[in-house]
């Protein structure tokens, strides 16, 4: 009896292995004959964005605030274990019902097929290929570990399923990469022209200021960047217009054009967090573009499309309260890199960037009302929100462990549209102290500032606060992200010290963990106060 379930137990184990093994292969396959087709998208990555648009907000936002830039990857993990898992529930049902497991694994397929087909940049011939390529190499698979006889023949059977899987990965990451080098070649050719005019306050005020393109936090919906033609590349202006234009990137680049320095914040950005970043654009305003085009009087909202389909509606008043909104061509006086929206894409300073600020641009549309975008269908406000004014302590970090004596506290503050006036840092509850402040890049980027502290051994609170041009302070209420972005003052907590370096290392250690825990609690907290906004949100719509 113990040998008999012993069996059933190897052959379980082996079933869904095979199931593992052959959904391995579907998968592999499909991204080999995605790279291998001239325009093929990958049907995994197109699952993941399906997946990704239809999660639920409130957990898209829960992800996001535990863990913060890896959300994206957990996500992508998820949908693949997901796809494996399917495989090995296959081949564990298959075995003894065949048309089952055939349906269950051809499934994955046809989710992948449908996911594929939906994308707005995909040809249903191309993705009818890519799905029916990789079911096909799926089944066969597992057709091959099921009638394996011994287990020589199946090691061997196994072992060759493994190694077309890694060599059809390791040959579709090579070409997909050498696809993305000659389009970042062509987009390194492009030379950009000179602005005509800047909107820069003082001038460019070096790295420090600024993020830098490679540091500009990506964010978008998509598991892989939309590789786009300039050859091919078309901007599409119409609606309620007096006449459509069609531009060229060369016509677009022949326009006048605009230099500013902006901050984009994501809204999703905790207080104190990272999710932003300053960079120098050049592009055309966007004004300039819809006179070419002679906005009608009914015409009120503007539906910005990406070349994959995804949408933002803003209402056109936005555009002249931003100041200069453009289709930026450049970045940091460079072309735009591919994944922040080469070769063009939509920024509208002082709006959150997921709501306005639309990346890989293909169509420009005028309309009377607001038209359902990505972010009302997914219960989002209809009007993007202005970013909150706010202030972060960079240096030193939460928890972090110093040495008594002379200490140098600095970050960043931003209050646009109009500009960071001052900012103000608290030590201890012991009432504010003005800090020095960097140069103005513009009033809608961001502003250093430092203050210099003469810390004494204990644990220290620190608090900082900002104030715009127009005198009025952040509001101290903390706020979650819905419905218009996170509020309240950054507080720290400082561990100085005074003592020997083994003491300063014990104390450190002991401090990184309590910061850790706080930071989880803090986070966990913010999660639940975020799920009841929601709740809250879609009682007040219906």
């Known amino acids: 009896m113990k040998s008999s379930d012993h069996t059933d137990e190897e052959v379980a184990r082996s ?27 990958s049907p995994t990555a197109s699952m993941i964005r399906a997946a990704t648009d239809r999660v639920p907000a409130p957990l898209v936002d829960a992800g996001v605030a535990l863990l913060q830039m890896k959300a994206k990857p957990a996500l992508n993990l998820s949908v693949v274990s997901t796809l494996l898992g399917a495989g090995a529930l296959a081949s564990a049902v298959g075995r003894r019902y065949q048309v089952l497991g055939g349906l269950v694994l051809g499934g994955g397929s046809v989710a992948a097929l449908l996911a594929a087909a939906a994308q707005a940049d995909n040809s249903k011939l191309r993705v009818g290929l890519i799905s029916g390529a990789g079911g096909a190499a799926g089944m066969l698979a597992l057709q091959l570990l099921w009638g394996a006889r011994g287990a020589s023949q199946v090691s061997s059977r196994a072992a060759f399923c493994v190694a077309y899987a890694v060599g059809a990965a390791l040959f579709a990451r090579w070409l997909s990469l050498r ?105 055309v305003p966007v004004a300039q573009v819809l006179q070419q085009a002679g906005v009608r009087p009914a015409g009120s909202w503007l539906v910005a499309t990406a070349v994959d389909g995804f949408s933002m509606a803003l209402p056109l008043s936005l555009l002249k309260e931003a100041g200069v909104a453009l289709i930026a061509v450049g970045m940091d006086g460079a072309p735009l890199p591919l994944r922040h929206g080469f070769p063009a894409r939509l920024l509208v300073p002082a709006t959150y960037g997921q709501e306005a600020n639309l990346k890989w641009l ?23 929100a202005g970013v909150q ?116 290392r014990t104390i450190r250690a002991r401090a990184s963990l309590i910061a850790s825990w706080r930071t989880l609690c803090q986070r966990l907290h913010f999660v639940a106060l975020n799920s009841v906004a929601w709740y809250r949100r879609r009682g007040q719509r219906g």
């Open 179 to 283: 696809a993305e080098q000659q389009y970042e070649a062509h987009r390194q050719k492009l030379r950009l022209p000179r602005p005509d005019r800047s909107q820069l306050e003082r001038g460019y005020a070096g790295d420090v200021a600024q993020t830098g393109s490679a540091g500009h936090y990506p964010i978008d919906v998509n598991a892989s960047t939309p590789l786009i033609d300039v050859v091919d590349w078309r901007l599409h202006v119409h609606g309620l217009v007096e006449r459509e234009v069609v531009l060229t990137l060369d016509e677009l680049l022949a326009m006048p054009l605009v230099e500013i320095d902006a901050t984009l914040v994501c809204i999703h950005n905790l207080v104190g967090g990272t999710r932003m970043g300053t960079a120098r654009w050049l592009g």
């Open 389 to 504: 004014m706010q202030a972060r302590i960079d240096t030193p970090r939460d928890g972090a462990v110093v040495s008594a004596g002379a200490t140098v506290l600095c970050g960043k503050a931003w209050a646009q549209p109009i500009g960071v006036a001052r900012v103000e840092v608290q030590i201890d509850g012991a009432g504010w102290h003005d800090a020095e402040l960097g140069p103005a890049l513009s009033p809608v980027a961001w502003r250093s500032w430092r203050l210099s502290w003469e810390a004494e051994p204990g644990l220290h609170t620190v608090v900082v606060r900002v104030t715009n041009a127009a005198g009025a302070v952040q509001v101290e209420e903390p706020r979650t992200y819905v419905p218009s972005g996170t509020t309240g003052y950054h507080c720290i907590r400082v561990h100085v010290v005074a003592g020997t370096a083994t003491r300063q």
């Open 362 to 384: 293909a169509e420009l549309r005028v309309t009377a009302d607001a038209a359902e975008d990505y972010w009302s269908r997914r219960g989002w406000p209809e009007e993007p």
């Open 15 to 41: 079933n869904i292995l095979s199931g593992l093994i052959a959904a391995t292969v579907q998968l592999t396959t499909c991204e080999l004959v995605a790279a291998l087709l001239p325009g093929g998208r």
